[in-house]
């Protein structure tokens, strides 16, 4: 206890409607973040992960309440200070690095503007001094030209960039807890090493204490020293990282590491069967309905977090047996190769920005056809993601041509007739800036059907709705909420089910799975693989991470 930095204990977050009674998302969780050292949490989405980590430090929204527990830092328990006591903690002794960047980029000040604010507010630092720390900070994260790039705006920059920046200002403060929530998730491999070499190298030298949210299990193998896993609402293994994951006692976190992919070794993924439940369990074990190896005792008893040798705790009243049997081998897969007409043909494509050092996209073409898809790899910046606008008419181009279906497209999307409106659809790697956050699931859904499906009458609606909704692998019961209230693999799914509804014969996924844990990953690229062969629909598959291509 004396290395801790902030020590969690018997923390329960329930989420409270109105009219409604109170649901609890997490249930007496507990973490110690030990100088130095990185915790990794894991889990899927909606398991409570990034609810924990937040009511860790203190913060909930307005519909959240922290019903028991404590998060000692320092002194000060932070669950029971005030918002300005809190305020005066959040940014400079403790720090938290999200998903989206974009939520925490002002898009209306450049970069430099936004890390002189902070350094000033937490270092005191002015002038040239505050530039030259802005150059390094930049420098240190992989920006390149950091003089250039201060002077630039946040939609200058590539999705792994703003990243990369969003990673520099959390660090700006120098603080001594660091809140990771999935810092790395939408970057490129040869860029997530280099941060994450960064936090290990920073937190080493800093003596900071840092908790790493992930559902990339082999991300954390690699950064962490100790891994907690986590399934709805409770920790249900913990300890040493190399123990949990080479010698896994509970059976969810065997079955995230089967639905984990690897480039080296091709094979088909596998993905849990059914959902997790949408609140905590407390009178069974709550993994039971997708265990391959429950009996009646865990429908009826509730499992402690117990000693499991090793200085692992383990949630599963088989444990032991379970670990002497081991997971069941994984099954090879089998590529498939779509053929038929061409569906797309990019003919010497050429996308440049104003007064940008290179050009972006230069003289690209390919051919695509139907039911084919081909895979688009490349690091942060290299102009992936350029290129799948510039195919929805997002953005037009400055040379080349965009053929679909034997006709010519116009550069920008106003230019193109409606049919190829709805035959072309993007899914984007971030849903937070995608989805409508005024707008229901239901809503959201609605309007692609009514925009471009004739075939679907106004007393249909709900029912189509609710078919995209399982397509997808969500409960049907999320069509009447917001966005805020999905976890960001929930909203990632939503976004996919968006882009079938209009029946499209080309979708553009720009790193669509980058936001969604290994299991609903394994589900939602089997989901997608089923609906190509279906429907023959071509796919440009945009992704930095090779073993999922």
Known sequence: MSDAALSVANVTVAYARPNREPTTVVWRAGLELCKGEILGLAGESGCGKSTLALAAIGYTDSSAVVTEGTARFGDADLLRLSGTQLSSVWGHKIAYIGQSASTSLNPA?????????????????????????????????????????????????????????????????????????????????????R????????????????????????????????????????????GPTRDVLQSPRHPYTQALLMAAPSARHGRKLVGLVGRPPERVVTDRCSFAPRCRAAAQECREVHPVLESAGDCVRVRCLRWAELSRVGPPPRLAVRAEMGVGA????????????????????????????????????????????????SLAGALAPTAGSIVFRGERLGGRSRERP???????????????????????????????????????????????????????????????????????????????????????ALLLCDEVTSALDVSVQASVLETLAELIRATKTAVVFVSHDLAVV
């Open 109 to 193: 000040l450049t970069i430099g503007r936004q890390l002189g604010e902070l350094l000033a507010l937490y270092r005191d630092l002015r002038g040239e001094h505050a530039r030259q720390r802005q150059a390094q900070l930049l420098e240190q994260v992989g920006i390149p030209d950091p003089p250039v790039a201060l002077r630039r705006y946040p939609h200058q920059f590539s999705g792994g960039q703003q990243q990369r920046i969003a990673i520099a200002m959390a660090l700006c403060g120098e603080p001594e807890v660091v809140i990771l929530d999935e810092p790395t998730t939408g970057l490129d491999v040869t860029t997530q090493a």
């Open 418 to 504: 409606r049919s190829a409106l709805a035959a072309i659809q993007l899914v984007f790697q971030n849903p937070e800036s995608s989805l409508n956050p005024r707008q229901t699931v239901g809503d959201a859904l609605r309007r692609p059907l009514r925009l471009f499906r004739s075939d679907v009458s106004r007393s249909r609606e709900d029912a189509e709705i609710e078919a995209l909704i399982e397509m997808v692998r969500l409960p049907r019961t999320l069509a009447g909420r917001y966005p805020a209230e999905l976890s960001g693999g929930q909203k990632q799914r939503v976004a996919l089910a968006r882009a079938f509804a209009a029946k499209p």
């Open 342 to 389: 061409a569906v797309l043909e990019v003919n010497d494509l050429v996308v440049a920005y104003p007064h940008a050092p290179r050009t972006a996209v230069d003289h690209v073409s390919f051919t695509l056809s139907e039911g084919e898809t081909i895979g688009l790899v490349g690091e942060s910046g290299s102009g992936k993601s350029t290129l799948l606008r």
């Open 195 to 238: 941060i994450t070499r960064l936090l290990k190298t920073h937190l080493a030298s800093s003596g900071a204490a840092a908790l790493y949210v992930s559902h990339d299990l082999g991300l954390l193998a690699t950064v962490t020293s100790h891994l907690a896993v986590m399934y709805a609402g409770e920790i249900v293994e913990e």
